[in-house]
């Protein structure tokens, strides 16, 4: 193995994201024979042996891309400090160490990747890629033509301004709206808050698309293999 910057090691060991791995390394939970390092710039090889909190690590040869359906009430996380059930209990028969990519709350479904490759994971995550989401969601109340071309142009979040985004009515029913909205950025709970923004709280919200990956018939709590052009379509 060539020499590589640890953050990128950590990642392709299949513990979690590269940015992720930045964190770890910035707490000093990594150490590197036998030292803490907390030096973004460090490099390890083949000989050198990493430990994240007293275990050591390796790199997952056989890497695994997983799209899940995930139902309301699990967590996207490799586990939770409440024991609320996360989304590995929905795959605990596979042999491979995987980890979710991004967020999908407990209170929204749909489609979520794992897997046990960083470099896949990052290029998901990192804000750069502009990877595109589309949600389904119920909202309670229907947005008005200014509320929709807000949207659009991009709305003020906590004093910061939001990637414009897609927003389209399919539906309403009383005061309740179906809408589909596709975001490019993954802010904490960001199409839950930007429909407080414009007076239209969320009832339910479901993820139906990745970027080119869409969700299907697959059933709630189901999953598959992500195929070969789906995993290069995030390269």
């Known amino acids: 193995m060539e020499e590589m ?14 940015r992720k791995a930045e964190e770890l390394i910035a707490q000093g939970r990594v150490s590197v024979n036998g030292s803490i390092v ?13 430990k994240i909190d007293d275990n050591v690590i390796q790199r997952e040869e056989n890497k695994i891309y997983i799209a899940l359906n995930k139902p309301i009430g699990y967590i996207s996380s490799v586990k939770d400090q409440f ?20 967020r ?4 929204s479904s749909g489609l979520i990747f794992l897997t046990n490759d960083g470099n896949f994971a990052n290029n998901l995550t990192h804000p750069r890629y502009k990877v595109s989401k589309t949600y389904q969601v119920v909202l309670d109340g229907t947005p008005k033509p200014n509320d929709i071309q807000r949207f ?6 906590d004093d910061t301004l939001t990637m414009p985004a897609q927003f389209k009515i399919l539906d309403t029913k009383g005061r309740r709206a179906t809408a589909e909205i596709t975001l490019c950025e993954g802010k904490n709970r960001q199409v839950r808050r930007m429909c407080d923004v414009i007076g239209c709280p969320v009832i339910s919200l479901k993820r139906v698309s990745i970027g080119s990956v869409y ?6 709590g189901k999953w598959r293999i992500l195929t070969e052009k789906e995993v290069k379509s995030f390269e």
């Open 83 to 102: 024991g609320r059930p996360t989304v590995l209990d929905l795959v605990d028969d596979l042999k491979e160490r995987i980890f979710p990519v991004g």
């Open 152 to 157: 659009r142009q991009g709305l003020r979040i």
């Open 104 to 107: 999908l709350d407990y209170n």
């Open 215 to 220: 969700l299907g018939d697959m059933e709630e």
């Open 5 to 18: 910057r640890l953050q990128k090691y950590i990642a392709k060991c299949g513990v979690t994201s590269r």
């Open 38 to 50: 907390k030096q973004m710039g460090a490099k390890v090889g083949k000989k050198d042996c990493v």
